[in-house]
Nanobody
Framework: QVQLVESGGDLVQAGGSLRLSCAASGSIFRINAMGWYRQAPEKQRELVARITSSGSTNYADSVKGRFTISRDNAKNTVYLQMNSLKPDDTAVYYC?????????????????WGQGTQVTVSS
């Protein structure tokens, strides 16, 4: 069993900052990548940022230069520092984990999602 616990969502004014955290726990053998996605009302879920086990990152064009994704490998935790927030950033943000999980007799690659944390940016 794998769990993702997110925190950090809040209501903030435009131009403000927030830091999201997501901690992974459970039967994780190796984390391949962690990331953040978001879904605004009546829109599809979209990738915000992703970081691989080697530290490679990629970002949505809309957040480049404003958001930074990072990882603490010892804590199996991923962070999303969000600066210069805009009303268009308002969404539920979901943590995503791509990992090799399970016991040696049942090891497999799998993908997991957090429960989501609300970020609201007021104008």
């Amino acid at each position: 069993q794998v769990q993702l616990v997110e925190s950090g969502g809040d209501l903030v004014q435009a131009g403000g900052s927030l830091r999201l955290s997501c901690a992974a726990s459970g039967s994780i053998f190796r984390i391949n990548a962690m990331g953040w996605y978001r879904q605004a009302p009546e829109k599809q879920r979209e990738l915000v940022a992703r970081i691989t086990s080697s530290g490679s990152t990629n970002y949505a064009d809309s957040v480049k230069g404003r958001f930074t994704i990072s990882r603490d490998n010892a804590k199996n935790t991923v962070y999303l520092q969000m600066n210069s927030l805009k009303p268009d950033d308002t969404a539920v943000y979901y943590c995503n984990l791509e990992a090799l999980v399970g016991m040696p007799s049942n090891r497999r690659s799998d993908v997991y999602w957090g429960q989501g944390t609300q970020v609201t940016v007021s104008s």
